[in-house]
């Protein structure tokens, strides 16, 4: 019995690791991402009109912004960790995102035009607007912890994890974040915020 429990571990293990298909289509997904920041960089005028908020200065078509918006949402966690618990639970945990629809419709139908009529773009703007600077300050601060503690880290650690993995542990879950952190930071940096935009959307 434990021998075909090894057995079949070992097979499951075999499977997860990639082939020499796999690394190329990897390569080709990481080249698309790097080609497509490089152009929406060259694209516009200067950094400063990229990285402008919101949106580029407005330079992106609409279905580019709903999906960057829908995608900016996304990612590893989701692909592991609700999956991941999908698996050993059942769908309930899909509510974890369907309960996200009141809010944003909410946000679509009362909040939304209450920002157009202050001719503002971020839910921080209205509040530096409504309620002062210090009050945005606070909430900048507080956002960029919890992000920085809930959704980056975990973001970061799930994809990882999924490297390392697939790599048949070639590539070890640390080196799998900082690479993915020094790809991040460079189509960013070279694209700004436009360049974001459209690998989000690729």
């Known amino acids: 019995m434990s021998g075909a429990g090894a057995s079949e571990s070992a097979c ?24 497509v920041a490089w152009k929406a960089g060259r694209s516009s005028g200067s950094t400063e009109e990229n990285n402008s908020f919101f949106l580029a200065e407005k330079g992106v078509v609409w279905w580019i912004v709903a999906c960057s918006l829908l995608m ?23 509510l974890f995102e369907w309960f996200a629809t009141g809010p944003i419709v909410f946000l679509a139908l009362i909040m939304l035009p209450v920002y ?6 971020t839910t921080l ?24 503690l809930t959704k980056i880290s975990a973001t970061l650690y799930a994809g990882g994890l999924v490297l390392s993995v ?22 960013t940096a070279v694209g700004g915020l436009k360049a974001v935009v459209w690998t989000e959307t690729l």
């Not at 900016?72 to 899909?94: M, Q, R």
């Not at 703007?125 to 920085?148: D, M, N, T, W």
């Open 116 to 121: 157009m009529k202050s001719n503002v773009s």
């Open 12 to 35: 499951d293990a075999e499977s997860l690791r990639f082939s020499s298909v796999d690394w190329i289509t990897l390569g080709v997904y990481f080249a698309l991402i790097i080609g």
């Open 125 to 148: 703007g209205y509040l530096k607007l409504r309620y002062g600077e210090c009050v945005r300050q606070s909430v900048v601060a507080l956002s960029l912890v919890l992000y920085v």
């Open 166 to 187: 697939v790599s048949g542990s070639a590539v070890s879950p640390l080196i799998s974040v900082v690479l993915l952190i020094l790809l991040t930071l460079g189509y």
């Open 72 to 94: 900016s949402n996304v990612g590893a966690e989701h692909f592991v960790g609700l999956t991941g618990t999908a698996a050993n639970s059942g769908v309930a945990v899909a």
